[in-house]
């Protein structure tokens, strides 16, 4: 399966080389192209471009907000509703948009997650590794990182934070109508590329059929991308980010 994968998305970069515009122009940006088709195509997960920067130092944000809190790494025209797993609509956006970050509209179908400051996400790792805890994907920029969940519903997320004796405002959730910035897109804030601290990884037939005994967690086809669900992380998230000084002060990535 990941070789007929493989052999699509080299036939969907092949047929758009020559729509690229030329790197001695726009740099070499297509790596981002690269990375939203394999978003969409690899693993279904529907995708739209950053609003990105302008201005001389390329900070400030390419929306009308001039104090936007984050700076090119959100959905402005097209808008979030827009995201598609369609590799002719995601190749055209990111040949005229060359620079744009890469932006995955989270909950339906496609992975939710959580996000915390990077030093608490990189303690609570550690604990949930020395549980034999089993992680999906883990998206990290210089300030923030955020693990990769499968989908959950506003009332089960509701239900879980409710049973909590402090939720931290350090502690972010991406569920339905939200998005989440992915690399190898520029950091909006502190500098950087966002990148894999873990990457997305397809999980085996027998690992999907231990998966598929879950009530809440319906089979999916081998070979797809593992996700862990959001009560088995949760507790070591919430204990991490509750020891973060001033995380929630901004809501920079």
Known sequence: MREILGRRLQRLRDRF?????DPGRSGDTSTLLDAALVCATTWQWPVVPGVGRSGADGRRCACPDPDCAVPGAHPFDPGLLAATTDPRMVAWWW???????????TGGTA??????PAGAAAR??????AQGMRLGPVVATPTRWALLVAPYSLERLGELLYAKDHVPSSLRFHGE????????SAASSGGGQVRWE?????????????RGRSAR??????????????EAVVDALVEASSGASGGGSRLAY
């Open 217 to 230: 967690s319906p089979q999916a086809p081998a070979g797809s991308l593992w996700l862990p669900e959001i």
């Open 111 to 116: 992975p939710c997650a959580v996000s915390l």
């Open 124 to 129: 609570a790792l550690v604990r949930l590794d």
């Open 95 to 105: 040949t005229n948009r060359p620079a744009a970050p890469v932006l995955m509209a």
């Open 177 to 184: 109508g939200g998005y989440l910035l992915l690399p190898p």
């Open 198 to 210: 873990r990457e997305p990884r397809a999980q085996t037939a027998q690992a999907q059929q231990l």
């Open 17 to 21: 080389q020559s729509l690229r515009p």
